[in-house]
């Protein structure tokens, strides 16, 4: 695991400034606290921090081609590396490590840029090909491994993080108030946006070349390509099953000790089972990691604690407790842009209880979106059904008289689960389909909190675009897979994978997703979608293959997610720092919002009237980022 950047110059004969190079590469020490390797040619840097994993004596990088042509530093594993290295022997190849990155550099020798198409594992790569004046950058087909780049005439610069790109002095700050407008509405920006606008994120999926100051970017893996197969239910279940246990096995691969996040759902208790098997069965002393809260609504270490008990792992917990305001501060500068899923402290706390023990941990990302887990998913077929006897003008009223009752203090009563659901269907659809339920900051409640001037800037602006261009890009009428394809693309790689790489690689760790295993996914996507949610039941198909593994009561209860009592927070330990991040003077100067809107948001929310926690946090973390990075 590794933090990577760099500079490649259209004028090939002018010099790296190897201060500047350094420079970039060291506020990525987090990503790679045992190692540095960097190498400057004429024309292009390379640099890398490295988290040693595999190969830990011999793995440094920048990796060579037997030639002296071809540099190479990557983030990330190369799950397949050991059939790669005897596959690219046959073929005359020649190693000087037994590191899973070095078949990288030898694949490209072989297979030019179809080379990824050999390639299984997580990954963010940089290659410099002297011989053809050709860099080529690319990440995995899920998105795991992050990628940022920026040009600034004739220079492109890149880095694993954006502060890595912020830190050569080469890119200007200018903000895209589209990007602005996205985060404001989701939570995160959607890739290729970043919130600055010089500065873009490579698509999952995807390489970019850089020749002759030339840069083009092209996808050469696609979901949508797979092709849907007539299963029957139990070789469907069979399949998975096995494809599971294989990409575990595949991703326990490491030289340091490694263990798992354990929040006692289906993906992540189905991972430790998997890990159990791989490692000779129960009693093998898999190490599993939890995090819970005091609040019961919200605390699932109960149900962790049943799986590390049924397989005897050696478990570990916490509950989190943590110095809010420093945490705050701390966090949300890992992001270098505007990032407010509340889920980013668990996430960092159970990571960083992981690191004391583990240097790599296996996670149960992904399984929602390649098995239709979320509850939009059957929310939005329920809508669909009702939209058809119920008159529109009756949801309307309904969402008008529902809006009146107080939000719960628990995380997911029926209350909180009714109102999200009416007021979701009170929207108009569209072919947005369930992502009314995953949008934070409506439309109509903008015009309220914008200024006249950012209004009127983004008054060609639509955020809902991207969500329409991935659900017209998933090669389907199905609605389900196009909802599943477009969270691929979208909430997992932008959201939930950005999330957890940031906050894992801040302490250090590296995290693993097998549900996110090229095979994995493709079986996944090629199963009919009436095996993944049935009579309202998500994840149908993946619970068939567990039965049998994990107990009755895991499969049977609803999901629950990975969230914190933000709404109770906000009244409570974060109160001082809202009031002081949102204060009237401070959002006046800063000339986005309405300072009289997000005063009435902060007090319908004390009141306890409404939950305006999402949209006051999202606030509470532009602000301090814009005062960190602008001001």
Known sequence: MCGITGIVERDHRKPISSERLLKMVRVLTHRG????????????????????????????????????????????????????????????????????????????????????????????????????????????????????????GSTLVFASEIKGILASGMVDRDIDLESLDQFLTYEYVITPRTIFSQIRRLPAAHYLLYRDGRLETCRYWDAAAVQEKNWKEAEAAEAVREALGQAVERQMMSDVPLGAFLSGGIDSSAIVAMMVEASGGVGSAVNTFSMGFADGSYNELPHARTIAS????????????????????????????????????????????AREHVTVALSGDGGDEIFGGYDTYAADQLARRLAAVVPNGAVSILASLVGFLPPSERKKGLLNKTKRFVQGIADEPGDIAHYRWMSFLPVAAKQGLYTR???????????????????????TDDLLHRQLYADLCVYLADDILVKVDRMSMATSLETRSPFLDVKLMELAYSIPSKFKIRHGKRKYILKQALRDVLPAEILQ???????????????????????????????????????????????????????????????????????STLD
């Open 33 to 152: 606290p045992d190692d540095e390797g960097h190498v400057e040619l004429p024309g292009v840097g390379l640099a890398m921090r490295r988290l040693a994993i595999v190969d830990v004596a011999g793995g440094q990088q920048p990796f060579t081609s037997e030639s002296g042509d071809i540099y190479l530093v990557a983030n990330g594993e190369i799950y397949n590396h050991h059939q790669l290295r005897k596959t690219l022997i046959a073929h005359g190849h020649h190693f000087r490590s037994e590191s899973d990155i070095e078949v990288l550099v030898h694949a490209y020798e072989q297979w030019g840029t179809s080379f990824l198409e050999h390639i299984h594992g997580m990954f963010a790569i940089a290659l410099w090909d002297d011989k053809q004046r050709i860099f080529l950058a690319a990440r995995d087909r899920a998105g795991e491994k992050p990628l940022y780049y920026a040009e600034n």
């Open 557 to 627: 209860r609803p999901k629950e997610g990975f969230s914190i009592p933000m709404k109770n927070w906000l009244k409570e330990e974060l109160s001082p720092v809202m009031h002081d991040l949102l204060a009237p003077d401070r959002i006046r100067r800063r000339g986005w919002f309405s300072p009289v809107a997000v005063t009435r948001l902060i007090k319908s929310h004390l009141s306890g009237r409404d939950n305006n926690a999402h949209v006051l946090f999202s606030l509470m973390v532009l602000e301090r980022w814009a005062e």
């Open 310 to 353: 049924c397989f005897q792992t050696t478990h570990r917990e916490g509950t989190v407790e943590p110095d809010l305001t420093t945490l705050f501060d701390q966090l949300i500068g890992h992001f270098d842009e505007p990032f407010s899923d509340v889920s980013l402290f668990p996430t960092y706390m159970v990571s960083k209880m």
């Open 453 to 475: 001037e950012l209004q009127s800037t983004l008054a060609d602006s639509d955020v809902y675009r991207p969500i329409r261009e991935s659900l017209g890009s998933a090669g």
